[in-house]
């Protein structure tokens, strides 16, 4: 009987990593998750097994690879994630995300994998054009884009000097939930827009709208969502392109769903898609939010032979349903 092949993911417990996994699974992968619970959750670990680890550990690391049979890639998620608390806290942003992914990187080449690395539009910063091509010059304004970048960076040399295959997917904004409401996205506190609108609409605090006078058509700040089925769908294309040696001849690809919506789309989205309003307030502009991220994916599209498929609306849905089913029994 064949071994099926063994994918390590890293932050395998978060909201990303744990869907993966799960689409890792069903696609005859054994996903082997990497977690060290610092806002994963242990209850998403489920029937998975799971090292219990610090990356920025570099023994403990290199061992986790060493014990684990059969790896033939690595998705590299682990990282700290939030925008505004990076500018708060950067020596902890670029201190773990920037340590992790080195020694992810040093123990994939030594281990012979390849390296799928999770990382995010932030690299880009406030860019000049829309939409934003893989090409626009990186220059992040947030310790979270630089620590993103640095990662890219570490990538890069061990793919120049230790032969190791990588490609960076650089993420727009993903939501929603997978598996028929199994899994998805549970923060504490949660500072994204659709976990927040949707919370507002369940009797939550009233949603903020950081800002109404960007210079974008309703003064809302515009941003890509991408539904976590298709961003997940976006891995598993690359991995399998990563693991056929020579296939990708690209460093990094933009993965959002190439279209634009403000706050106040999203809001009006909820309330129809909910069937109901969401109570809201206008609030100062949040530092460090650029006026508008929009992906272009035509690259992605060309090279993965991919395509998102589910709307704003799937993605509000979604989250819904997981947030008033298996979520709720999590808290
Ligand atoms: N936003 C908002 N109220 C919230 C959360 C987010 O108005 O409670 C806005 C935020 O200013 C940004 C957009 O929604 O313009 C998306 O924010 P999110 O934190 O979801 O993702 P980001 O783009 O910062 O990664």
């Known amino acids: 009987m064949s071994q099926k092949k063994t994918i390590l993911v890293t932050g395998g417990a978060g909201y990303i990593g744990r869907c993966t996994a799960y689409v890792l699974a069903q696609n005859g992968y054994q996903p082997v998750l990497i977690d060290n619970f610092s806002t994963g959750r242990r209850a998403m670990v489920g029937e998975l097994t799971c090292f219990d680890l610090d990356l920025t550990d570099r023994k403990s690391t290199l061992e986790a690879f060493r014990k684990s049979q059969d790896v033939v890639g690595v998705i590299h ?26 020694n992810v990187a040093e123990a994939a080449a030594m281990s012979g994998v390849c390296v799928l690395h999770s990382s995010s539009c932030a690299v880009y910063g406030v860019p000049e054009k829309l939409p934003i091509l893989e090409t626009t010059p990186r220059s992040p304004v947030s310790p979270y884009g630089a620590a993103k970048a640095m990662a890219e960076d570490v990538l890069a040399q061990f793919v120049r000097h230790k032969g190791l295959r990588a490609l960076n997917l650089r993420y727009f904004n993903p939501a929603g939930s997978m598996g028929n409401g199994q899994y998805g996205e549970l923060h504490e506190p949660e ?32 941003r890509d969502y991408i539904h976590i089925e298709d961003l997940v ?44 309003k969401v109570p809201h307030e206008m609030a100062p502009r949040r530092a460090g939010d650029p006026a508008e991220l929009v992906a272009d994916i035509a690259q992605a599209k060309a090279i993965l032979g991919w395509e998102p498929k589910k709307s704003l609306n799937d993605m509000i849905r979604d989250h819904h349903q997981w947030v008033t089913g298996r979520a709720k029994k999590l808290l």
């Open 77 to 102: 998620l682990a990282a700290k994630a939030l925008v505004g608390e990076s500018v708060e806290k950067p020596y902890e942003y670029l201190r773990n995300n920037f340590l992790s992914t080195l």
């Open 233 to 276: 769908g976006a891995h598993l294309v690359a991995l399998e392109k990563l693991l056929a040696p020579g296939s990708l001849k690209v460093e990094s690809l933009n993965i959002g769903s190439g279209k634009g919506v403000s706050v106040k789309e999203v809001l009006e989205a909820a309330s129809s898609v909910l069937g109901g």
């Open 191 to 222: 500072t994204h827009l659709i976990p927040n609108v949707v919370g507002a609409f369940l009797g939550g605090k009233p949603i903020r709208v950081f800002g109404s006078d960007f210079p974008t058509p309703d003064g809302t700040c515009v």
